[in-house]
């Protein structure tokens, strides 16, 4: 809590200063997700056109950040067209947000709605309204039938279709999360979740972590269409002086003198309470390395 009230004395300092709801990039898409104890636990994006780009550019560096926003998904591209009457790899963005059991994604692309209601029809969902297919109980575990069979064993419980996105979750509960957002109340705007993205600013892809206990966390990878990319990593302190000075020393140390090479602390000017860590990526060094420390459990050693 004491980390939150740190975070909100920062909104507050920058309260007198006219703010429009973000549009685009990760704020954006936080801005249309609704902000509650689960769905905070861990947030998931990913700019999926940008990446796809940097793929086609050198698909060996960029490999690494892939599949954000649908990691549930991004193992089965070569099946889920015929099966589902779509392919994430093809969205333009894609969030994630909760962790398992309880979590939802959504993907924002181009859908044939007819064709994918086609699809959810034959694996034998039902109809919870116009737009919602139900395939199995909340949180149920499928062992048989077509998405099993292909892997798919849980995520599809609840799926929403429209022109323009596809939601899916494990619960109708948290496929509210998506489809029936709070402005007021979005992640967009939760004092952690929102200000952790707010430092790592436009990333490609990113996660953020509010665990109910432990230090709150988030790392992003910046990139430009010309493959240009920084490492970021944000965490939120009460006493940033002082951290910044821990980040120094332990990005000094062999460990992460490897890792990031080159790589600075600051204080984001108008944020109160957090440290950012950035670390530009050579021309030839492989991307995204924040983001497998983060999955690997290390990055919050940097910070103690």
């Known amino acids: 809590m004491a980390l939150v009230a740190v975070l909100l004395a920062g909104c507050a300092a920058e309260a007198d200063v006219p703010q429009s709801p973000p549009a685009t990039g990760l704020l954006g898409a936080l801005a249309g997700a609704r902000a509650t ?33 649908y990691s549930d998904l991004a193992s089965y591209g070569a099946v889920l067209p015929d099966l589902v009457g779509f392919d994430p790899t093809r969205a333009t963005t894609a969030l994630r ?35 919602t297919w139900t395939t199995g109980e909340d949180g149920e575990i499928t062992a048989d039938g077509a998405l099993a069979r292909a892997g798919l064993v ?14 899916h979750a494990t619960t109708a509960e948290a496929l509210k999360w998506i489809t029936e957002p709070s402005e007021d109340q979005s992640l967009a705007a939760d004092p952690m979740i929102g200000e952790l993205a707010r430092c790592l ?5 990113a996660l953020i972590s509010r665990p109910k206990s432990g230090l709150p966390v988030a790392a992003g990878v910046r990139t430009t269409p010309a493959g240009e990319s920084t490492e ?51 021309p030839d060094v ?19």
Do not use: I
Not at 41 to 68: I, T
Not at 97 to 108: M, S
Not at 250 to 258: K, R, S
């Open 286 to 304: 492989r991307v995204g390395r924040v983001l497998e420390a983060f999955q690997r459990g290390e990055l919050t050693a940097l910070f103690s």
């Open 37 to 69: 104890d689960e769905s905070s636990l861990l947030v998931e994006y990913g700019d999926v056109a940008a990446v796809r780009v940097l793929l086609e550019k050198d698909a060996e560096r960029f490999r690494a950040l892939q599949g954000y926003g």
């Open 97 to 131: 947000v909760g962790q398992p059991p309880t979590w939802a994604a959504v993907l924002r692309m181009d859908v044939d709605v007819a064709a994918v209601d086609a699809k959810f029809a034959a694996l034998g969902g039902r109809r919870a309204d116009p737009g």
């Open 154 to 167: 849980s995520g599809f419980q609840q799926v929403r279709v429209e022109a323009g996105a596809v939601v």
């Open 232 to 282: 970021v990593v944000c965490v939120p302190d009460e006493n940033p002086n002082a951290l910044k000075d821990l980040v120094r020393t332990n990005l000094e140390g062999p460990t992460w003198a490897a890792t990031l090479p080159g790589a600075t602390v600051e204080q984001p000017a108008d944020q109160t309470g957090v440290v950012r860590v950035l670390a530009p990526n050579a």
């Open 201 to 205: 600013g436009e990333v490609s892809a």
